[in-house]
């Protein structure tokens, strides 16, 4: 069934310089709490804007005006934004997201003017409410927990991040994918390369690799390997996790270790949501993660 489209909301679309990289993004509703949309792997801001909408349409009878001002990055490598220089990892994206942060709310144009003009110590107290699905929650949380002056409250859903041991499909993937070079360089059977990929990387769930581009085959390989467990203590920003209870890219397991490990952290599960919870149940995501902004928790 189709989602509704809200023609009411404004979308404006934008590009700034962010460490001399072209970057994309959207802003959608008018309100003056600023909430930041990191998506996932291998998709861009587009996924989320129906999310974005409903957000956007959420008034708080605190304001008394419509809260939301929602800021959807198309993250570097993804979408219409420039790739990274090199292989970035989680560290990397997670200064990108500062930069932009100090960049498009402290009112400057680019980094380039971050770097003459650093923000005034209002600026830099403007915090910010912080939303990230699948590889945009790894981003969410080490983010989170470098900058906790920065976040208001938040948001992860399918939050990629807890390392498990290789399943034994997995290592058979792994050796398969270093032994393929040599079986398929023979002339006889290299025709058969392509093909025989697509269904090694599709068997191992490893399709995300197989469509990346250029350098970021690289970043794929960094940021999937990195375990961000010992982070998630140093998390002390009010956060709700928003599962999907069907989610088997990152198991429900996952989130159930991050609610233990998060200090003054909320769970809530979508029973009949997968791995694509933002954008397979958008209203109802959006009432959840509104509900816990208006508590109070997270408007400053």
């Given at each position: 069934m189709a989602l509704p489209y809200m023609k009411t909301v404004n979308i404006q679309e934008n590009r700034v310089k962010i460490d001399n990289l072209n970057i994309n993004y959207k802003i959608i509703g008018d309100g003056n709490i600023a909430i930041i949309l990191l998506h996932g792997w291998g998709v861009s801001s587009d996924k989320y804007s129906v999310l974005a909408e409903y957000l956007s349409e959420v008034k708080?009878?605190?304001?008394?005006?419509?809260?939301?001002?929602?800021?959807?990055?198309?993250?570097?490598?993804?979408?219409?934004?420039?790739?990274?220089?090199?292989?970035?990892?989680?560290?990397?994206?997670?200064?990108?997201?500062?930069?932009?942060?100090?960049?498009?709310?402290?009112g400057l144009a680019s980094k380039s003017d971050l770097e003459a003009r650093p923000p005034s110590k209002w600026q830099e107290n403007k915090r910010v409410i912080l939303i990230g699905h699948s590889f945009g929650g790894q981003i969410a949380i080490k983010f989170a927990a470098k900058y906790p002056e920065q976040l208001k409250a938040l948001i992860l859903t399918g939050a990629a991040g807890i390392k498990h041991s290789p399943t034994l499909k997995l290592k058979i993937f792994y050796i398969l994918a270093k032994t393929g070079k040599i079986i398929f360089s023979l002339p006889i059977i290299n025709k058969l390369e392509k093909p025989a990929q697509k269904l090694l990387y599709k068997t191992a769930r490893e399709k995300d690799y197989y469509h990346a581009q250029g350098i970021m085959k690289e970043v794929f390989k960094k940021v999937v390997g990195e375990d961000l467990s010992g982070y998630?203590?140093?998390?002390?920003?009010?956060?709700?996790?928003?599962?999907?209870?069907?989610?088997?890219?990152?198991?429900?397991?996952?989130?159930?270790?991050?609610?233990?490990?998060?200090?003054?952290?909320?769970?809530?599960?979508?029973?009949?949501?997968?791995?694509?919870?933002?954008?397979?149940?958008?209203?109802?995501?959006?009432?959840?993660?509104?509900?816990?902004?208006?508590?109070?928790?997270?408007?400053?």
């Open positions: 708080s009878e605190k304001l008394k005006v419509k809260s939301y001002r929602i800021y959807l990055l198309d993250l570097p490598g993804f979408g219409k934004s420039d790739n990274p220089p090199k292989p970035w990892g989680v560290d990397e994206y997670a200064e990108f997201v500062k930069d932009f942060t100090d960049v498009r709310l402290g998630l203590d140093k998390i002390k920003t009010p956060t709700l996790l928003i599962w999907g209870k069907n989610d088997k890219s990152t198991p429900l397991a996952d989130g159930e270790i991050m609610k233990l490990k998060i200090e003054n952290c909320d769970l809530k599960i979508l029973d009949d949501a997968n791995h694509q919870a933002p954008y397979q149940y958008p209203e109802k995501f959006a009432k959840i993660a509104a509900e816990f902004i208006k508590k109070g928790r997270a408007i400053i």
